[in-house]
């Protein structure tokens, strides 16, 4: 995929590990004990980012939380309209989800889309008490009513642009920019 032109930068690596452990401290906070707490981050960045949610929280509760991994593709509700053959991954939970409270995270909340599937692929897997949204950047633009319970950083952007976030795991580099669309 090329480079889209850069028009600045959202997060540069330490804003970024701010945010997360803002949003890690967050949810420890909001979690009243009731009900065991899980993190299931979604593919793929999402992913990355709740390991270091979790890591987070260990680091400052000392508590180990259970982590998961959600692949929604075959859940959305546009990947027919596109006439592609889905690029789908397995789905990494080896616990139950019923009774607890799940925590999705994700890199960026755009139309509700992507979290919507989440949610359907989360409720094929189980009936959690509580589910809750933690996203790193909110760009507004929503199509379906959902939102984020925690939020890193709400970005107005212009349909003609994206948020891109690069993640040492995958990118090599820590940073969000906003980036012009091809």
């Not at 330490?14 to 949003?23: A, D, P, V």
């Not at 909001?30 to 981050?41: A, C, R, S, T, W």
């Not at 260990?58 to 982590?67: D, Q």
């Not at 690029?87 to 925590?103: A, C, L, R, W």
Request: hydrophobic fraction near 40%.
């Amino acid at each position: 995929m090329p480079e889209r032109k850069i028009l600045y930068t959202v997060m540069d690596k330490m804003k970024l590990s701010k945010t997360i452990k803002r949003i890690a401290s967050e949810i420890v906070e909001n979690h009243q004990e009731q009900y065991p707490l899980v993190i299931v981050g979604l593919k793929t960045r999402g992913e990355y980012i709740a390991n270091r949610i979790c890591a987070e929280i260990l680091k400052a509760e000392n508590i180990r939380l259970e982590k998961g991994v959600l692949d929604s593709t075959l859940f959305r509700d546009d990947f027919r309209v596109n006439l592609k053959v889905p690029s789908f991954s397995v789905n990494d939970m080896p616990f139950s989800i019923d009774g607890k409270k799940v925590v999705l995270v994700d890199d960026v909340i755009f139309t509700g889309r992507s979290v919507n599937a989440a949610i359907n692929a989360l409720m094929d897997r189980g009936r959690p008490k509580i589910i809750q949204f933690a996203v790193l950047i909110d760009r507004g633009f929503r199509e379906l009513p959902v939102k984020a319970d925690y939020i890193g950083e709400v970005v107005k952007t212009l349909p003609t642009q994206e948020i891109r976030v690069k993640l040492e795991e995958i990118d090599k580099e820590d940073a969000v920019y906003l980036v012009e669309k091809n």
